[in-house]
């Protein structure tokens, strides 16, 4: 007789057990996070959102938000964070050793052998062919982005804030970092109410 198994939410997981979640988590999306940076975003919020229910849509928004306005690789940075949220110091550590074991291995071992296959089409075509995912990915991250900031400011004004964003980040090439900081300065000054979500 097969027993079905019986997902226990995060909150209620004994304290090995959220840790043992928290490197599954982050150790999975840094081993598929192929590039790094922008490309494990998705697979972190996969993890986190979707999956171990760590937190919810608008509290992964607000910590992708807040850790591109800082220095530093923003896999490590939300690792970081999320890590000590949901595990307090020892999470933390839990989550950067997970984020950067798959990393520091495969970098050993790829660069240990680079030399001796570099130059076959098979290994350039490897590479080639994974771009065209992470674009997907990032795309699809892109789009729940946009259906939440209707939810939350309604398509006139979060349009506004794209084209002033795309304006300034395109067109004047100024930092996404001092973008987001003085959007959230703002946002902070001048309170934006919701609006419908019809508009």
Same mark, same amino acid.
């Given at each position: 007789?097969? /027993?079905?198994?019986?997902?226990?939410?995060?909150?209620?997981?004994?304290?090995?057990?959220?840790?043992?979640?928290?490197? !599954?988590?982050? $150790? @999975?999306?840094?081993?598929?996070?192929?590039?790094?940076?922008?490309?494990?975003?998705?697979?972190?919020?996969?993890?986190?959102?979707?999956?171990?229910?760590?937190?919810?849509?608008?509290?992964?928004?607000?910590?992708?938000?807040? +850790?591109?306005?800082?220095? +530093?690789?923003?896999? /490590?940075?939300?690792?970081?964070?999320?890590?000590? @949220?949901?595990?307090?110091?020892?999470?933390?550590?839990?989550?950067?050793?997970?984020?950067?074991?798959? /990393?520091?291995?495969?970098?050993?071992?790829?660069?240990? &052998?680079?030399?001796?296959?570099?130059?076959?089409? $098979?290994?350039?075509?490897?590479?080639?062919?994974?771009?065209?995912?992470?674009?997907?990915?990032?795309?699809?991250? /892109?789009?729940?982005?946009?259906?939440? &900031?209707?939810? &939350?400011?309604?398509?006139?004004?979060?349009?506004? !804030?794209?084209?002033?964003?795309?304006?300034?980040? !395109?067109?004047?090439?100024?930092?996404?970092? !001092?973008?987001?900081?003085?959007?959230?300065?703002?946002?902070?000054?001048?309170?934006?109410?919701?609006?419908?979500?019809?508009?």
């Amino acid at each position: 007789m097969v /027993t079905k198994k019986i997902s226990i939410p995060f909150e209620e997981r004994e304290f090995w057990g959220k840790q043992r979640a928290i490197f !599954i988590a982050f $150790f @999975r999306s840094g081993i598929l996070g192929f590039g790094g940076g922008p490309s494990t975003i998705p697979l972190v919020k996969k993890e986190v959102v979707d999956i171990f229910k760590m937190m919810n849509d608008e509290e992964f928004s607000d910590v992708l938000s807040i +850790g591109n306005t800082l220095p +530093g690789p923003i896999a /490590t940075k939300m690792a970081g964070y999320i890590g000590y @949220r949901v595990g307090g110091w020892l999470g933390l550590v839990t989550a950067l050793v997970a984020t950067v074991l798959p /990393t520091v291995v495969l970098m050993i071992l790829l660069l240990a &052998s680079l030399n001796e296959f570099k130059d076959f089409d $098979f290994v350039k075509g490897m590479t080639n062919g994974v771009v065209p995912v992470v674009a997907v990915m990032l795309g699809v991250l /892109t789009w729940d982005f946009l259906k939440k &900031s209707k939810k &939350s400011l309604g398509w006139k004004i979060g349009a506004i !804030i794209l084209a002033a964003s795309f304006v300034a980040m !395109i067109l004047l090439g100024i930092h996404p970092g !001092i973008v987001i900081a003085v959007l959230l300065i703002l946002a902070l000054a001048l309170p934006i109410k919701k609006e419908g979500a019809d508009k």
